[in-house]
């Protein structure tokens, strides 16, 4: 089955650093989508992206779909930042989401 | 709108016993999904729906079960309980399955001893 990996796992910036996540993904997808999981467990959506880039307020985000990869772009981090980032890919013919293993995000004041 | 809802929130069982995990939504999506999270790892895909009356196994599907009556309610059950089955459980829904914007419920954790 497809494999989908983030990087770097984890990641530790000082409030106003910027960021750069990688989602790789092995396989040709339909659908990938950034959440954030907060400290209390909650996940949010960031973006829905199979393609190209968007941009909401200090994140961004752009999928390569045929390299395969996608990046989420986090400027001027803020203490709220910190969680865990998942991205989650819908391979070509199936309706199964497959999440990769996430990166958390500590930001220090 | 209410958005996705689980119930109970924490539930604690013993081995062997059998429990349903509900989630419901009010956007009249039609696609619906259940997914484990284990600690420190990403989300893994138990079963979904992409329409009423039709499901489909996931990543993980052995020791549950799943129904599609309606659009709106998409139960889980446990059929018996096993310490493997400790984990935080999310629903989520989207419009379709196709192509569109996943919306998580609040999670449901559950230890089984």
């Known amino acids: 089955g497809i494999q989908v990996e983030q990087s770097p796992p984890d990641l530790i910036l000082q409030e106003g650093a910027n960021s750069t996540l990688r989602c790789n993904f092995s396989?040709?997808?339909?659908?990938l989508q950034w959440f954030h999981q907060n400290p209390w467990g909650q996940l949010i959506n960031l973006f829905y992206?199979?393609?190209g880039t968007k941009q909401n307020g200090r994140l961004s985000a752009t999928t390569v779909a045929t390299e395969r990869y996608s990046l989420l772009y986090i400027s001027s981090s803020q203490t709220t930042d910190s969680g865990v980032y998942f991205c989650?890919?819908?391979?070509?013919?199936?309706?199964?989401?497959?999440f990769g293993t996430g990166t958390r995000l500590k930001v220090l004041a | 709108n209410a958005g996705v809802t689980q119930t109970p929130k924490f539930q604690v069982l013993k081995t062997g016993q059998s429990m349903t995990l509900q989630c419901a939504q009010d956007?009249?999506?039609?696609?619906m999904s259940w997914y484990r999270q284990d600690p420190g790892m990403g989300l893994r895909l138990i079963h979904y729906?992409?329409?009423?009356?039709?499901?489909d196994q996931g990543e993980v599907p052995n020791g549950y079960n799943v129904s599609r009556s309606t659009t709106e309610d998409f139960p889980l059950r446990l059929l018996s309980a096993a310490p493997s089955q400790t984990s935080v459980y999310f629903c989520?829904?989207?419009?379709?399955?196709?192509?569109?914007?996943?919306?998580f419920g609040p999670g449901t954790r559950l230890t089984v001893l």
């Open positions: 989650a890919v819908r391979p070509s013919g199936t309706y199964k989401y497959i």
């Open positions: 989520a829904s989207s419009y379709s399955g196709g192509g569109d914007t996943q919306y």
């Open positions: 992206i199979p393609s």
């Open positions: 396989d040709s997808v339909n659908n």
């Open positions: 956007m009249n999506h039609e696609y």
């Open positions: 729906s992409v329409g009423a009356g039709i499901t």
